[in-house]
């Protein structure tokens, strides 16, 4: 690398990332197990503004929470805890988990349809 490009590198703003895009891209690398610099920004921006389209704001939040636990590296029974431990504060019964959930993955569907995410989306 020549003197010119350490500069630049040094000097070259950095692009601020969204605590959604953020989220994404920790819960993308989780469940590759990769690190988070091989995820896809990009697909992770995409997914973020598809997903704010196709869910109601309360769904988008209650998906962003479970996204989080994600990104966190819970393992299944912690995640299943943490994340009915949210429901019920959100006064969810099963049948509201059940419909969220279902909410959830049409939404990511589409969503994966229109972005077209590499695998570490």
Wanted: net charge negative; aromatic share 4%.
């Amino acid at each position: 690398m020549n003197l010119f490009a350490v500069v630049v590198l040094a000097v070259a703003p950095t692009v601020p990332v969204s605590p959604d895009v953020d989220v994404c891209m920790r819960a993308a690398a989780a469940v590759a197990h990769a690190a988070v610099s091989e995820s896809d920004r990009g697909g992770c921006v995409c997914a973020g503004q598809q997903l704010h389209k196709f869910l109601s704001p309360g769904d988008y939040e209650l998906h962003e929470e479970m996204e989080t636990l994600i990104a966190s590296g819970a393992d299944e029974k912690s995640f299943n805890k943490q994340l009915s431990d949210i429901m019920r504060k959100r006064g969810m019964n099963q049948a509201a988990a059940d419909a969220f959930l279902k909410r959830a993955q049409e939404a990511e569907d589409k969503t994966q349809q229109i972005c077209n995410p590499s695998p570490l989306l």
